[in-house]
Structure formats: C-alpha cells, structure tokens
C-alpha cells in the first residue's frame, strides 16, 4: 500500500507541479499567456468587489497573482507528493480561490458552447478540491503508529 499511495500522490501532484512549470516557462516580461487570459477576469472581479466594499479596494496586479499561483502550485505539490497535509491544503487555497474565477461559467447563457466548457473544467476543479479533501480527512483518521500489544508468553512449569 505504501508505494501505491506514493505513486498515486506523485500522479496527482504532477498536474499541478506540471502547470506550474508550464506557466513558469511561459512567464516572460509580459506575464504570458496567463496574465492575458486573467486580466479581464480579475478586473471584472475587481470592479464586482468595488461595488460592493466601495473604493477603498485596491489596484490588483494580475502578473503577482500569476506568481502566487506558480509558487503555491509548485510548492504544494511537491509537499502533497511526500504525504504532508500542508501540501494538500495549499492546493485546496490554490483551487478554492482560483477555479470561480477562472472557469467563469456562470457569467454565460447554457446556449453558448463555452458555457459547457468552462462548466466541466469547473466541476472538475471541483473534483481535485474533494479528493484533496478526503486526503487530509483520511490523513487525520489514520493513526501514526500502529501500537502493537506483545503476546503473553506461556510460563513453563
């Protein structure tokens, strides 16, 4: 069990770790490709959360988010993958602010086809967020050490 669960947490991590290099990779003067598909999310993000705090919010750069997104993709994976719950915590932030704004499904009609896109890699991010919660449920139920009690031995006569 213990070189299936290791095998199976390096699988898992290494969509994030893989991601997090790819962004890395791409990350240039300019942000790359991510800073340019998030701008407009973030900045509707921005202009919904001014409406509602008011003015007091400020200026949100999207190459610093990008950044924190690498590290904690990157940094999380690699703890997930040697059996830290801190690990699969980071990956649950990562997922937990990220994916809604991301996969914006909801600012679409059902009829458009980009609708049922964004809905399925919603769900899916949805999916890695409840395995990494089992992770961390099944991590704190199992006991760490498995206390053996010693056989009485027979006494002889």
């Given at each position: 069990?213990?070189?299936?669960?290791?095998?199976?947490?390096?699988?898992?991590?290494?969509?994030?770790?893989?991601?997090?290099?790819?962004?890395f990779h791409d990350f240039g003067d300019d942000g790359g490709p991510a800073v340019k598909e998030l701008a407009p999310?973030?900045?509707?993000?921005?202009?919904?959360?001014?409406?509602?705090?008011?003015?007091?919010?400020?200026?949100?750069?999207?190459?610093?988010?990008?950044?924190?997104?690498?590290?904690?993709?990157?940094?999380?994976?690699?703890?997930?993958?040697?059996?830290?719950?801190?690990?699969?915590?980071?990956?649950?932030?990562?997922?937990?602010?990220?994916?809604?704004?991301?996969?914006?499904?909801?600012?679409?009609?059902?009829?458009?086809?980009?609708?049922?896109?964004?809905?399925?890699?919603?769900?899916?991010?949805?999916?890695?967020?409840?395995?990494?919660?089992?992770?961390?449920?099944?991590?704190?139920?199992?006991?760490r050490k498995v206390i053996r009690k010693k056989a009485p031995k027979a006494k002889t006569t």
């Amino acid at each position: 069990m213990g070189f299936a669960s290791f095998l199976g947490r390096v699988l898992f991590a290494s969509l994030f770790i893989l991601s997090a290099w790819q962004t890395f990779h791409d990350f240039g003067d300019d942000g790359g490709p991510a800073v340019k598909e998030l701008a407009p999310r973030v900045a509707s993000c921005h202009k919904f959360l001014t409406s509602k705090i008011g003015n007091g919010l400020p200026k949100i750069d999207v190459k610093h988010i990008v950044l924190a997104s690498i590290a904690i993709k990157g940094l999380g994976g690699l703890l997930f993958v040697f059996g830290g719950s801190t690990g699969a915590y980071l990956l649950m932030y990562y997922l937990l602010f990220t994916t809604p704004i991301v996969y914006d499904f909801y600012n679409y009609d059902i009829d458009e086809p980009v609708f049922h896109m964004l809905l399925a890699e919603f769900l899916q991010n949805v999916a890695l967020f409840g395995a990494l919660l089992f992770f961390v449920e099944m991590k704190k139920s199992s006991p760490r050490k498995v206390i053996r009690k010693k056989a009485p031995k027979a006494k002889t006569t």
